[in-house]
């Protein structure tokens, strides 16, 4: 098979959740330990860190792979899901995995594929692993799936692990409250490793604080650690500063990422360092801001709070539950322009009602649908939309209605393409 027919052939073999969801999550750990077992189990060859957590740990992790890189180390970066290619979500140094490595793995693994029928996330963490290790890099940074116990990433010893904040979404599987979401969350915590969490919370807090005890691990609560005593946005970025039991740590930071939501990751971020320099990590601060200050283009992050145009000001995000659209709504805010126009679309198994309930009614909308099994009709959407009295156009691609959108607007409007990571996947 060529690069082509190997992918079509991971997406019709296996359940993919990010097309047909939760039928596709396999809640055990018994197929990536086989794959791996059968690889020689390559995780162990290679240090690494674990990030999960409901919104922000895909910032989280490019940014500290940003880090890593600029501080010299090789560094291996596994995210999920892609945007535009299926390589994306393996990068080494910012690089993505060669499709020749793609074509190879999966012939080679074809058998094993056969036999247990994995979904396609456990093939491509199990691919990821064996190219880190081939490929000899110093630290993996690796991003969880989808909650955390059961992910199928769950199977490294990381040198860290890291836990952004906790919301409710995927509930129809991590659980109906956010205390039942935690406990899935926290399964990454492992025995003596140190675990940072990002966002303190009363009702989750005694449950990490709960696992760490049982693992004996240290337990960071960034927002407890740090504090930012400085934010404004300065052109193409975020300048924070951070401080730490009155003391300015970080002064004058540059981040090229420019949501205010990012300014709770780089506390978790700042906070991971820190940790690691404890682990004798080699990473100053030179490091740090060269790194920050770049993140997109070393390591390639796409669709957070992304500009793709100006005049009219057109802005995608890949903010797809209630905290990452209450989120958004504060960067529209922050952001001037005469009006507002949405082009929206969702999945099927999101909280659709709730996320609808924080969007403007000024502001004009084009419904449409990105093309999978999971998403959510465009005129289910128009018409859910209507009873929170949002009114629009409904359009059967996101191309028509970006394109509608761009028609309609005047230069100093501002066009937001959002609701779904598969809406931002598919702007042309």
């Not at 940074?141 to 116990?149: A, D, N, T």
């Not at 990590?281 to 801001?289: E, H, R, S, T, V």
């Not at 191309?399 to 996947?425: P, R």
Request: contains cysteine.
């Amino acid at each position: 098979m060529n690069y082509e027919q190997t992918i079509d052939y991971l997406y019709r073999k296996l359940p993919m959740f990010t097309r047909v969801g939760a039928v596709a999550f396999k809640k055990d750990l018994h197929n990536t330990i086989a794959m791996c077992e059968r690889l020689d189990n390559p995780q162990n060859n290679f240090k690494t860190i674990h990030i999960g957590g409901t919104n922000g740990k895909g910032s989280t992790s490019h940014m500290l792979a940003a880090i890593f890189q600029q501080a010299g180390y090789k560094t291996g970066l596994y995210t999920s899901p892609h945007l535009k290619d299926f390589r994306e979500r393996i990068r080494i140094n910012g690089e993505m995995v060669s499709k020749d490595f793609v074509i190879d793995f999966v012939d080679q693994q074809q058998e094993i594929i056969e036999e247990l029928s994995p979904s396609f996330f456990e093939v491509t963490v199990a691919m990821a692993f064996s190219y880190f290790s081939e490929q000899n890099v110093d630290i993996a940074i690796i991003e969880v799936g989808l909650g955390g116990r059961l992910d199928s990433t769950n199977i490294i010893t990381p040198e860290l692990s890291v836990i952004t904040n906790i919301s409710l979404d995927h509930t129809n599987i991590l659980g109906n409250t956010l205390r039942e979401i935690a406990g899935e969350k926290a399964g990454i915590i492992k025995p003596g490793i140190p675990v940072v969490i990002g966002e303190s919370h009363p009702e989750t807090d005694q449950v990490f604080i709960q696992k760490a005890k049982e693992t004996q691990s240290l337990i960071l609560f960034a927002d407890k650690q740090l504090q930012i005593s400085k934010s404004v946005k300065e052109d193409e970025y975020l300048k924070v500063s951070i401080s730490q039991n009155g003391n300015v740590l970080i002064e004058n930071l540059l981040l090229d990422l420019t949501g205010t939501y990012q300014l709770k990751n780089i506390l978790t971020v700042i906070q991971a360092v820190e940790t690691l320099r404890a682990l004798d990590f080699k990473i100053d601060n030179d490091a740090l801001y060269a790194a920050l200050k770049e993140v997109k283009g070393l390591t390639g992050l796409m669709g957070r709070w992304q500009i793709l145009s100006k005049n009219p000001l057109i802005v995608c995000d890949t903010g797809h539950n209630i905290a990452g659209i209450t989120e958004v709504m504060q960067n529209i805010n922050d952001t001037p322009h005469n009006k507002l126009h949405v082009v929206i679309g969702m999945v099927k198994d999101k909280d659709i009602s709730g996320v609808l309930n924080l969007l403007p009614a000024k502001a004009t909308y084009y419904f449409c649908q990105p093309q999978l099994e999971r998403a959510l009709p465009a005129q289910e959407l128009a018409s859910e939309a209507e009873n929170h009295g949002l009114k629009g156009f409904v359009f059967p691609t996101v191309e028509l209605a970006i394109n509608a959108a761009k028609k309609n607007a005047n230069a100093d409007d501002l066009i937001y393409i959002g609701g779904s990571t598969f809406v931002v996947a598919e702007i042309p």
